[in-house]
């Protein structure tokens, strides 16, 4: 897991690059957020405060500058992006029913689903006019195209998840198109703005595509075995899912017959108890699929470093290497 050291030298680092900037996003979100109906106001301002790691502005704005740029709509875009994350997470949470969100109750464990389906229906469209008023094609056409790409990984891996079979391609389909592609997206629009050449853009595209993957499957990782208070989610939430993530996968190939026939009929009840997501938890450490799925992780984190060879030196370059670091090597 992460070191301290690497932790704060990170945080320094983005600090002193981009700590500003990321102030005005979260400024800009506020303001975003701001309605006179009621419920948007106070729900808003919920899911505003809940904070996050802000991965994707962080890396929308670290790419503008490792692309030369240095202006308003770097903020305005990672707005954006940020809106539009915290919409896909809302609907989710409904989707998943799940209890909890970066530590606190999920918006529809609050509100319920009719007002988070409609509030995260809100932070789209919300989103979209931003996008409107900035008006550049290149970043419309890419925000559409991984906006899209999510959408449908997530029906996919409902559809899977009705037949209770889940391959390692097909894990690793959803997690490119769900969550990689608008990693990817957001990378791309910061070297976008810096008016990079096409193979440059294209080199942060494959640094953010990769990292996506390697940060969902240290993710994925993290619900077998992290800390649940500093995680801000419940432990073993994709079981109670019923959703078949890599260190699962891995330890069905592994386990014998007998174990893999166990572990798949609990998956086949509708809920799970305490103890039943405990058994799987343990067949997963013992047959080492949590250390399968991270040595996958640290390959992809490794093929995102070697996308910033496209790039000279510098500080903003150093950076995103170690967020390439740290995203698979993160207890949280």
Partial sequence: MATPTLERVLKERVAGLVGVDLEGVEAEIRRELNSPVALIQEMGGYIAGAGGKRLRPMLLLLAARLAGYVGPRGVRLACVV???????????????????????PSANAQWGDDASVLVGDHLYSKSFAMLVRDNDRAVMETLAR??????????????????????????????????????????????????????????????????????????????????????????????????RTLPLIAMLARATPAESERVKSLLKRHALDPEEIDEIRRYVVGHEGVEYALAQAHGYARAAKAALAAFTPSEERETLALIADFVVDRDR
């Avoid at 539009?84 to 969100?101: F, K």
């Fill in 82 to 104: 940020e809106m539009l994350h915290t919409a896909t997470l809302i609907h989710d949470d409904v989707v998943d029913q799940a209890p909890l969100r970066r530590g606190r």
């Fill in 146 to 243: 991984a906006t899209v790409s999510m959408t449908e990984a997530e029906v996919f891996q409902l559809e899977l998840k009705r037949s209770g079979v889940t391959t390692e391609a097909d894990y690793l389909r959803i997690i490119t198109q769900k969550t990689a592609s608008f990693i990817s997206a957001c990378c791309r629009i910061g070297g976008l703005l810096g008016g990079l050449p096409a193979a440059q853009v294209d080199a942060l595209t494959q640094y953010g595509l990769d990292i996506g993957v390697a940060f969902q499957i240290s993710d994925d990782s993290l619900d077998f075995v992290a800390d649940q208070d500093r995680l801000g989610k419940a432990i073993g939430a994709d079981l109670r899912e019923g959703k």
